[in-house]
């Protein structure tokens, strides 16, 4: 579980306003000049019998991200 303890970032939504809308825009800009990439599993689990599985795939450390299983 250690990987699942990991902390990092900050909570902007406690700055001024003016700090938390100059990060923002930094980060869409980044995101736009292709300097910063979203990352996550394309792996999706399907229902609750995976959920097993999905918590036993994080534990491993394999994923990259949020570990995601769709119920509907």
């Known amino acids: 579980m250690g990987k699942s303890a990991t902390v990092l970032g900050c909570v902007l939504a406690m700055q001024p306003f003016e700090v938390w809308e100059?990060?923002?825009?930094d980060l869409w800009r980044s995101m736009e000049d292709g300097k910063?990439?979203?990352c996550g599993d394309a792996r999706v689990f399907q229902g609750l019998d995976s959920?097993?599985?999905?918590?036993?795939?994080q534990q491993s450390?394999?994923?990259q991200g949020k570990v995601l299983v769709e119920l509907g």
């Open 22 to 25: 100059r990060h923002f825009r």
């Open 36 to 38: 910063l990439k979203p």
């Open 61 to 63: 450390g394999k994923n």
């Open 51 to 57: 959920v097993a599985d999905a918590v036993d795939w």
